[in-house]
C-alpha cells in the first residue's frame, strides 16, 4: 500500500492494527499504530525512515512495487531505534551501496545494532541535501527522543518529517489526523507525550523554539508514528509547548494496590474528605492491578497531585505500586504535589517507601503519610477523610 502526501511525496510505511504493546512491553497501544516511511522521488528520490524488522519483507517488496529499488538515490534515518530502522537490513540486502544519512549518534545506534559497514554520511543541524529542485532540511533533535534523533524538511512542499516527535500510536486507514475521531486522537497524543516525552521537555521547548526560528513555511508534519498533521499543523507543536510548560489539570490522582481492601477503604475514604472540600477537583482512582500502567501515568500527567497508597508486605510495598513508582522517577514529573499512604498488619513501612520514593521524583509531599492498622474501623475512616480534607486544601 501506498498513498500519495503532496506532489511526488508517498507514504510507504505500515499500519500495525495487531500492536499491543510497544517498547517490549512497557507501552500499551490500545489503538495499534504505524511505522512511517516516506517516498520523496524528485530528480532525486529519497527514502526517509524505514518500518519495525518484523514486517521487512512486506515492506521492501511493497517498496519494490513502488520504484525499483535501484533508482533510491538517498535513504534517510531519521532516527535508528529498531522501529523506524528495522527494515534496513532486508533493504540494504537490495541496495547495498546507497548512502545513508544519520547523525553521528545515529551512526552509533545504527552500526551497534547491525554491525554492517554501510554507505553512512553524517549530517548536522542546516546540512542539506538536493533533491534537484528541492532539498531536504537536517535539524538534530537530540533526546526528542533519543540522542540519535533528528527531522527534515523538504523545501517547495513545505513538510516537516518529524520523526518520533509530534507522533502517536494510533492505526487508522485514514492517515491524515484531521479524518480520526479527535477525542482517541488526543488521548493517544497526551499518553505518548507523558510517556514518552516527559522527562525531555526543557529540550522540547528548546527545539520547538530552534524550529520555528527558521520560520519555515509549514504545509504538514508527517510524523514517524499515526496520522499526518495536515489541517493547521502548527496545532500540535502548540500543544507541546503546553504539555512541556509543567502541565496539569484540576486534577487529583489516587493510585493504590490492595491485598484486603483496607488500602482500597483508605482510598475511597481520602477521595470523600477531598470532595467534601473540593467540589470542582476532578478526583480519579486507579487500582493499580487492574488498570494499564500508562494510562495511570497519563492521569498523573495530568494532575496536579497524586496520592499513592500500599499495604505493607515483606516490610515493602506491592510490587504494582513499586513499578509505578519507578516509573514515575524516571519520567521526571515537575511541580507537582504528593502525598503516600496504606495500611498494615504488622510492621507497617509501606507509607514511608512511597512517600520516600516521591520525594526522591521530585515531588513536594504536602503532608505527613497516612496510616492505618487492620481494617479501617469507624475511627480510621474518619481519619482518612479528614486526610483527604487537608490534602485538598494544601493541593489547592
Ligand atoms: Fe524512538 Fe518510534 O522510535
Known sequence: ????????????????WELERFHGYEYSTHR??????????????????????????????NLANETDLNKIDYVIANHGEA??????????RNIPDTPIYCTKNGLKSLKGQYHQDWNFNVVKTGDTLSLGDKELVFVE?????????????LTGDNLLF?????????????????????????AECIKYYANILTPFSPMVVRKIKEVLSLDLPLDMICPSHGMIWRDRPEQIVEQYLKWADNYQENQITIIYDTMWNSTRKMAECIAKGIRESDKEVDIK????????????????FKSKAIIVG??????GILTSVAAILELIQGLKFQKKKAAAFGSYGWSGESAKIISDSL??????????VLKVNWSPDNESVEKCVEYGKRLSEKFA
Not at 1 to 16: F, R
Not at 310 to 315: D, E
Not at 359 to 368: I, K, L, N, R
Open 32 to 61: 495499534g499504530s504505524t511505522y512511517n516511511s516516506y517516498l520523496i522521488r524528485e530528480d532525486k528520490t529519497a527514502l526517509i525512515d524505514t518500518i519495525w524488522g518484523t514486517y521487512s519483507k512486506e515492506f521492501v517488496e
Open 162 to 186: 518529524s520523526n518520533d516527535a509530534f507522533g502517536h500510536h494510533y492505526a487508522s486507514e485514514l492517515i491524515y489526523c484531521d479524518l480520526v475521531d479527535q477525542a482517541e486522537l488526543y
Open 1 to 16: 500500500m501506498s498513498l500519495n502526501i503532496k506532489n511526488n511525496v508517498y507514504w510507504v510505511g505500515k499500519i500495525d
Open 83 to 92: 522501529d523506524h530502522s528495522g527494515a534496513l537490513p532486508e533493504l540494504m
Open 141 to 153: 533533535m537530540p533526546m526528542l527522543h533519543w540522542p540519535d534523533s533528528m527531522l527534515c524538511y
Open 359 to 368: 520525594e526522591t521524583s521530585g515531588f513536594e509531599m504536602a503532608d505527613e
Open 285 to 300: 482512582l486507579y487500582h493499580l492491578e487492574k488498570k494499564d500502567k500508562n494510562d495511570v501515568i497519563t492521569e498523573v
Open 310 to 315: 500500599s499495604p505493607t508486605i515483606n516490610k
